[in-house]
């Protein structure tokens, strides 16, 4: 994706970086997109620095005399390090529970079309306890839920990630999680 992307995402989610320290620029999109439409945004990383809940963006100048802040954040999850798949496969057994009863939580006809192993990895989804993936992820339930319901009222998502996810051990097996999280909606 590409910042005309984000200009059209209704929640972003972003993993493994702090944004003001790492990637600058995309606190400004950031920013842009809660003010101008409300966007969602939910950091997950450990380390959740100021800028992650609201920042003054350096050309906005009148913002910047008047010290007048912008929200930058909907829902801040600290998983322990390397939690993130755990954070990721929760999403992704919330979306499968509750596709049971609300055929809306995930989008079966484009997984039928274009995708395959999707019974493979509900049966992985449904056999992974909440116990589980609250004990890997270092996060109760209801945070990975409230994400969840982010991801899930989101008419158009982006996840980006950065080097936390990538160079950790589990890095591969992360970035297939987020994606298959992706592919469910």
Known sequence: VDLVDWQKAD???????????NAPRMLTALGEGVKERDMKIVHINPLIEVAATDAITPHEILD??????????????????????????GI???LLQLSE???????????EKYTAGFDSYKQVCAQTSWEE???????PRAEII???EIYRQAGA???????????????????REIVNVLLLR
Not at 69 to 89: C, E, F, H, Y
Request: aromatic letters at 8%.
């Open 11 to 21: 929640a972003i989610f972003v993993m493994g970086v702090n944004v003001a320290t």
């Open 157 to 175: 998502a982006i996840i980006s990630w950065c080097l936390g996810i990538t160079q950790h051990e589990f890095g591969v097996d992360t970035i």
């Open 146 to 148: 409230k994400a969840a």
């Open 64 to 89: 910047m005399l008047l010290f007048k802040a912008t929200k930058t954040s909907s829902l801040n999850l600290q998983p322990r390090i390397g939690g993130d798949m755990a954070v990721m496969r």
């Open 101 to 111: 009863t609300d055929k809306d939580a995930i989008s079966t006809d484009f997984i």
């Open 133 to 139: 993936l609250e004990t890997q992820s270092g996060l």
């Open 92 to 94: 992704g057994k919330y």
